[in-house]
């Protein structure tokens, strides 16, 4: 089956939708939980995932093909049956290392060469090589394979940049259908998102969205954001950008972000959303709540017999206390970031959960400004 996207409903500019994919239902605005090499770094099994209600895994086509290769994946029958997750994935692209391995790389018209992180050695990735690894992979959402350029670089720069990953989408979605249509695929009904950059450049993106959108690909994504820029710089790109993109098609914007930088997604029609925040802040002992973000390494909760959050139902407050997990922090135990790591996705998780509410009963902007007063005054 391809993918079905039906808006449910919509508050201003806000949208809730249901997505039907071979690999099961989507609930949108939803938050992917990532997993860069078919794990959540912090000990979080696809087990967890399920009862921190995680909708979407996302993994990264770069690192599972350096290490432990899309190949021998294949072969296991992808990667949802290779790390036991029944649930939609997705899969970006590796073009996201094209920016930050920047001084492991070259890129020219047919791709990008790259000396791999771990060992060293030689890697060419271009449009079809990504294709070839996502499809090895069988992820349900693929992405396009592009080049995020810095926001703040040069005019010329970005501009030959989108040039070059306008032509690299035209060869994704050529692979795509030529690997959906083979035999031994993984799965031959693999959706193909293509993705808008252009820095801060609005001219350049609103070109760009436009090109990109007659190309009738399965959805789009906003890249190169949250890489430099400022969030107003941000939040006015997409308020520009996001107008030119296909509405009856999912949108995704990519590697952002903090709680408050996705309600200001989705009050500009934003449908996905991925961060790595919420794990890396949690094995760091960075906990997010509605009053804001609280450090569990601070002394003032060494005897503090409240959960991490009031009223939260996940694995860490339903059974233990801020002093607990501290202690856990302080003496370097795995628990402690696991415990922390399990809470910040839920709370990610529930807050799309508690946006999509909003949206549905007509009472988004009350959330979004319930949330920007309680999160602002608690940082």
């Known amino acids: 089956m391809k993918m079905k996207y039906t808006i449910i409903a919509e508050d201003g500019r806000a949208k809730s939708a249901h997505i039907e994919t071979v690999h099961g239902k989507i609930e949108t605005p939803v938050f992917m939980n990532v997993g860069t090499v078919g794990a959540i770094k912090g000990a979080v099994s696809t087990t967890d995932l399920k009862e921190i209600g995680c909708q979407v895994e996302l993994s990264n086509t770069y690192h599972l093909h350096v290490r432990t290769g899309d190949k021998l994946i294949k072969e296991y029958g992808g990667l949802r049956a290779f790390m036991n997750w029944d649930r939609p994935v997705l899969t970006d692209s590796g073009g996201f290392q094209v920016f930050s391995l920047a001084s492991l790389r070259k890129i020219k018209e047919e791709g990008v060469s790259f000396s791999s992180h771990i060992d060293g050695h030689k890697i060419f990735m271009g449009p079809e090589e990504s294709m070839q690894i996502q499809s090895n992979l069988g992820s349900t959402i693929?992405?396009?394979?592009?080049?995020?350029?810095?926001?703040?670089?040069?005019?010329?720069?970005?501009?030959?940049?989108?040039?070059?990953?306008?032509?690299?989408?035209?060869?994704?979605?050529?692979?795509?259908?030529?690997?959906?249509?083979?035999?031994?695929?993984?799965?031959?009904?693999?959706?193909?998102?293509?993705?808008?950059?252009?820095?801060?450049?609005?001219?350049?993106?609103?070109a760009n969205a436009d090109k990109i959108s007659e190309m009738d690909l399965d959805g789009y994504a906003v890249g190169g954001?949250?890489?430099?820029?400022?969030?107003?710089?941000?939040?006015?790109?997409?308020?520009?950008?996001?107008?030119?993109?296909?509405?009856?098609?999912?949108?995704?914007?990519?590697?952002?972000?903090?709680?408050?930088?996705?309600?200001?997604?989705?009050?500009?029609?934003?449908?996905?959303?991925?961060?790595?925040?919420?794990?890396?802040?949690?094995?760091?002992?960075?906990?997010?709540?509605?009053?804001?973000?609280?450090?569990?390494?601070?002394?003032?909760?060494?005897?503090?017999?409240?959960?991490?959050?009031?009223g939260c139902n996940c694995p860490a407050c339903r059974d233990y206390s801020r002093a607990y997990i501290r202690h856990l922090l302080k003496a370097g135990e795995m628990l402690g970031m696991r415990l922390c790591t399990l809470h910040n996705l839920y709370f990610y998780n529930k807050m799309m959960e508690d946006i999509r509410a909003s949206i549905r009963n007509g009472s988004f902007e009350d959330y979004r400004r319930g949330m920007h007063e309680s999160m602002e005054a608690g940082e």
């Open 225 to 310: 954001l949250a890489v430099g820029e400022t969030h107003e710089e941000m939040y006015s790109t997409l308020d520009a950008v996001v107008p030119h993109l296909p509405k009856n098609k999912p949108t995704y914007l990519m590697g952002v972000g903090t709680p408050l930088n996705i309600i200001e997604g989705v009050a500009r029609g934003i449908d996905f959303f991925d961060c790595v925040y919420p794990s890396r802040n949690g094995r760091h002992g960075h906990v997010y709540t509605k009053m804001g973000k609280l450090n569990l390494f601070n002394k003032k909760y060494e005897l503090d017999h409240k959960p991490i959050e009031e």
């Open 142 to 206: 693929a992405m396009a394979f592009d080049e995020c350029p810095p926001a703040l670089a040069e005019r010329k720069y970005i501009e030959q940049s989108v040039a070059r990953t306008e032509r690299w989408l035209a060869r994704c979605k050529t692979e795509m259908a030529r690997l959906n249509s083979l035999e031994d695929t993984v799965n031959p009904d693999q959706l193909l998102f293509g993705i808008n950059q252009g820095g801060i450049l609005e001219d350049v993106r609103i």
